[in-house]
């Protein structure tokens, strides 16, 4: 079974400042991961995703997240945030490409 | 708009009552999911599709809850004889193939309300 750990609930952080969102992954099997921004009455979007290779992810947006096998983690970074970042964002797991598990979602709140 | 349209956008309805929602993905799309979203808590997997065949059912998913995509195109999922805990986003998401190789694309979600 699969399962994610996001461990910052709410992140709060000044506009132009650097974040880094947090999630941990546990599974028994090769995993895929990926990262999914909620804006508010929005569905959900990708912002990248992890299947192998590079452990460096760049995705949309000027996020990018590192997948480290052996801390189990695939935390997201952003070097500069705006306004516009201020939203939900979801870790996700794949193992066999049907499902996805999703954590419980981290609330990132820039402030001007 | 091409993207995943899901109807209606809120409904209310009464415990003991049945609902129905609809999902129309991207036309070329031949996947498609249910995930349901409680407060505080990120998407749970209920089913998926490919084509008109549904493939995988999350064992989350009641006897009172159905999923149908009769000619592989738009999906219903019906809730019957609603409970208070059945109130949640569900949200619809198609993909090309599988999700792995394609992202997967969600609709707005249909919000339920049990009172």
């Known amino acids: 079974a699969q399962s994610v750990t996001q461990l910052d609930s709410q992140v709060p952080v000044f506009e132009e400042a650097p974040v880094e969102l947090r999630c941990n992954y546990s599974?028994?099997?090769?995993?895929?991961l990926f990262w999914y921004v909620q804006y508010p009455n929005q569905g959900l979007q990708l912002l990248l995703k992890?299947?192998?290779?590079?452990?460096l992810v760049k995705g949309i947006n000027g996020f990018e997240a590192e997948f480290n096998k052996s801390q189990t983690s695939f935390h997201l970074r952003k070097p500069s945030v705006h306004i516009s970042d201020t939203a939900e964002y979801f870790c996700?797991?794949?193992?066999?490409?049907?499902?996805?598990?999703f954590g419980t979602g981290t609330s990132l709140t820039v402030i001007p | 708009d091409t993207g995943v349209s899901q109807d209606p956008r809120h409904k209310i309805t009464k415990r003991g009552q049945n609902v129905t929602f609809r999902c129309d993905p991207i036309?070329?799309?031949?996947?498609l999911y249910w995930y349901r979203q409680t407060l505080g808590q990120g998407p749970e997997f209920l089913t998926y599709?490919?084509?008109?065949?549904?493939?995988?059912k999350s064992r989350l998913l009641s006897d009172r809850f159905s999923a149908e995509r009769p000619k592989g195109s738009f999906s219903t999922l019906e809730i019957q004889r609603t409970e208070q805990g059945d109130s949640a986003m569900y949200l619809c998401?198609?993909?090309?193939?599988?999700?792995?190789?394609?992202?997967?694309?969600f609709g707005q979600g249909t919000r339920l309300t049990v009172v």
């Open positions: 599709f490919q084509n008109e065949a549904q493939l995988e």
């Open positions: 599974s028994s099997v090769s995993v895929y």
């Open positions: 996700a797991v794949s193992s066999a490409g049907n499902q996805f598990y």
């Open positions: 998401a198609s993909s090309l193939g599988p999700a792995l190789h394609t992202e997967a694309f």
């Open positions: 036309s070329e799309h031949n996947r």
């Open positions: 992890y299947l192998s290779g590079s452990t």
